[in-house]
């Protein structure tokens, strides 16, 4: 029969598939933490172009070569890899799904699928242990194994749980306060008439709002303040933390309106830019990176323990014996 494909090539890529997609997909993860940043300070359609390829091929680099180690552990085994040099790859690999800190995700759309992301982590971590379980009981590496799936589950999480929150519902859900109702005028009416009734000395007096001359300004700063980094990222994050409804629709109360108008107001045009270039920054860090999960204390405790695991996974990969694991490999 006529084969499209030469034998050689064939060879060539039962050999080198697995090692190219592990390289491939370390890569795509390279060029995603250099250049995500980016997008949000240019325009450059090339960067954008770069960003968004290396966003769409990740997981599926990443999901095809734990695909590829399923089957070699499987059905195929391949004496050109060693089993447990296969199972520690594969929670490797789990960290690439979980993704770097400066993209979760690329469009706004993106963060809907956050359901997916969390079938994706329950099947992966299958796979996971699966492979795992097909390289004992002498598989040398189970310890460093062990630490990369537990380094790869927490960035896998954060990583969903940063879509989670990103979504346009779950988002406007988390900045909902509690309905304030305001003065409870059933009660005010109910005294009003009760001392009415027993004829003591009522009165109800009415106080006009006060003119926009006499009103008191409530977010006051010190002259020049704005002239230090750190206070223009203190005032833009408090009014990021007000304004960042205006992306789910929320009206947002006379209060905070004049008290932005008063703050706005009395700054310079350069000043004003420059805190509202900031406030941009933590809203697309808010929607488009794992900033919101990474930076509160659980976060803070997850990702303590999953940069640990994969430091110390380093050193025993280092230190264990790698006898009979090809050079490349290791």
């Known amino acids: 029969m006529f084969n499209l494909i030469p ?24 060029i995603l933490i250099l250049c995500a940043p980016f997008r949000k300070r240019t325009p450059n359609i090339w960067i954008i172009f770069i960003v968004w390829t290396s966003y769409l091929l990740a997981d599926w680099a990443a999901n095809f070569a734990i695909g590829l180690i399923s089957n070699r552990q499987g059905n195929n085994p391949a004496s050109d890899y060693a089993r447990d040099l296969l199972a520690f790859w594969a929670p490797f690999l789990l960290l690439h799904l979980g993704g770097p800190d400066t993209i979760t995700a690329f469009a706004l759309e993106d963060n809907t699928l956050w359901k997916r992301h969390l079938l994706g982590l329950i099947f992966q971590v299958i796979a996971t242990l699966y492979v795992f379980s097909e390289s004992f009981p002498k598989n040398k590496l189970w310890l460093p194994t062990c630490l990369l799936f537990l ?11 940063g879509l989670y929150g990103a979504s346009l519902d779950n988002f406007k859900e988390a900045m909902i306060k509690k309905p304030d109702p305001g003065p409870n005028y059933a009660k005010l009416m109910e005294e009003y008439s009760s001392k009415k009734e027993a004829e003591l000395p009522t009165h109800i007096e009415l106080t006009a709002e006060r003119s926009k001359e006499f009103r008191t300004k409530t977010y006051m700063i010190e ?80 990702r303590a323990i999953s940069i640990s695991a994969i430091f110390v996974a380093l050193v025993f990969f280092y230190k264990l014996e790698k006898e009979g694991l090809h050079l490349f490999d290791v």
Request: glycine fraction near 2%; avoid cysteine.
């Open 151 to 161: 380094a790869g589950i927490i960035k896998y999480a954060e990583r969903t749980r």
């Open 7 to 30: 034998t050689v090539i064939k060879k060539l890529w039962e050999k080198w598939n697995l090692r190219f997609f592990i390289l491939f997909s370390l890569s795509l993860q390279t």
């Open 223 to 302: 002259a020049n303040e704005l002239e230090s980094d750190i206070a223009v990222v203190r005032h833009a994050h408090h009014f990021f933390q007000i304004f960042k409804g205006l992306i789910v629709d929320l009206i947002f109360s006379f209060q905070e309106r004049q008290e932005s108008r008063d703050f706005f107001h009395d700054r310079k045009p350069e000043e004003a830019f420059k805190l509202i270039v900031v406030e941009l920054n933590f809203l697309y860090e808010a929607l488009f990176t794992k900033a919101a999960v990474v930076h509160s204390k659980l976060g803070y405790i997850f």
